[in-house]
């Protein structure tokens, strides 16, 4: 039993916590259902449900990225992104869009957060070698888990873009976007600092 004031989030599971027990299996879900923000009770093919629970794998593969071992700085980096798409999920999982981060302000998700990808990407990008061509994903553990953190990223962008313009806050598209650049630009980074070589295609 846990005790805890968060937000819970897995791939079939959003609960907003504030300081109760809470028992791991809540038995609410054995029908194939599962509640979103405001109380609503959706079929957990939803494509509300996917879309986080896309971003729930997406941010599994980082930390399995993390434990393959990458170095303090990315290590930092991708904490980061991590927090943010526990907000992200959050975010998504309230189809009424109506979640006050004032009340919440660890499920503030915005343009700054965009423009910190950007100079993250700008900040690796110097670092490696010019692209003349595509790749194939690869090199050491860490930086093969990041170009498959990559496609997951891609997938829950799909995903994401299927909900429709009034489905979401349109800058959630957009960190989404960005993000999957940025982990390329992390898996490059990764394999360049234990110098595996890339693959051309």
């Given amino acids: 039993m846990l005790c805890c004031r968060s937000i819970c989030l897995s791939s079939n599971n959003l609960l907003l916590v504030y300081d109760q027990a809470v028992k791991i299996y809540t038995r609410t879900g054995d029908q194939g259902q599962t509640g979103l923000f405001g109380g609503a009770r959706v079929l957990k093919s939803d494509t509300r449900v996917a879309a986080y629970g896309d971003v729930d794998e997406l941010n599994a593969a980082l930390g399995v990225a993390v434990a393959m071992g990458v170095d303090p700085e990315i290590t930092d980096v991708i904490g980061k992104i991590q927090r943010a798409l526990m907000a992200l999920g959050a975010r998504l999982a309230d189809p009424g869009r109506g979640l006050a981060s004032d009340k919440l302000p660890k499920l503030a998700l ?20 010019k692209l003349d061509r595509f790749i194939l ?13 990559r ?4 997938r829950a962008e799909r995903r994401i873009v299927s909900l429709g313009p009034d489905g979401l806050e349109p800058v959630l598209l957009v960190y989404i976007n960005r993000l999957s650049d940025l ?11 234990n110098g595996a070589l890339e693959v051309e295609w």
Avoid at 137 to 149: E, K, Q, S, Y
């Fill in 151 to 154: 496609t997951v990223c891609r």
């Fill in 137 to 149: 994903p690869g090199g050491t553990a860490a930086g093969a888990v990041l170009h498959l953190a």
């Fill in 183 to 193: 982990l390329f630009v992390l898996a490059r980074a990764v394999n360049a600092r």
């Fill in 110 to 129: 915005g343009q700054p957060d965009v423009d910190r990808l950007e100079q993250w990407i700008d900040h690796f990008e110097k670092e490696l070698p």
